[in-house]
């Protein structure tokens, strides 16, 4: 289909990991609907990662097992930082 730079790819996790996991989800998290909006999110990187790792010679439950376990980690930094911050008072 298409190939991604490696370097592309891994600037791209990063941004997503840090980005995601410790500023946007937890923001989302204390909206209403946030969970949803959240869960979408970890479904659209899933398939984006899935398209990093595609053009690579590993199997495709491989690859499907990978971009899926790539796109928790946001999620669970994400939530892990939402409690965090839940549990300090405001200002």
């Known amino acids: 289909m298409f190939k991604v730079s490696r ?8 941004a997503c990991l840090v980005g995601l996991g410790i500023f946007i989800y937890p923001w989302l998290l ?3 609907g946030g969970a949803l909006a959240v869960g979408a999110l970890t479904a659209l990187l899933t398939l984006l990662f899935y398209l990093f790792d595609r053009g690579s010679r590993v199997a495709t439950a491989a690859s499907a097992l ?3 376990l790539w796109a928790l980690g946001p999620l669970i930094a994400g939530v ?3 409690r ?3 549990g300090t008072p405001p200002g």
Do not use: E, N, P
Not at 7 to 14: E, K, N, Q, R, S
């Open 7 to 14: 370097g592309f790819a891994g600037t791209v996790t990063i």
């Open 30 to 32: 204390r909206r209403r």
């Open 66 to 68: 990978l971009a899926l």
């Open 84 to 86: 965090l911050q839940r």
């Open 80 to 82: 892990i930082v939402y």
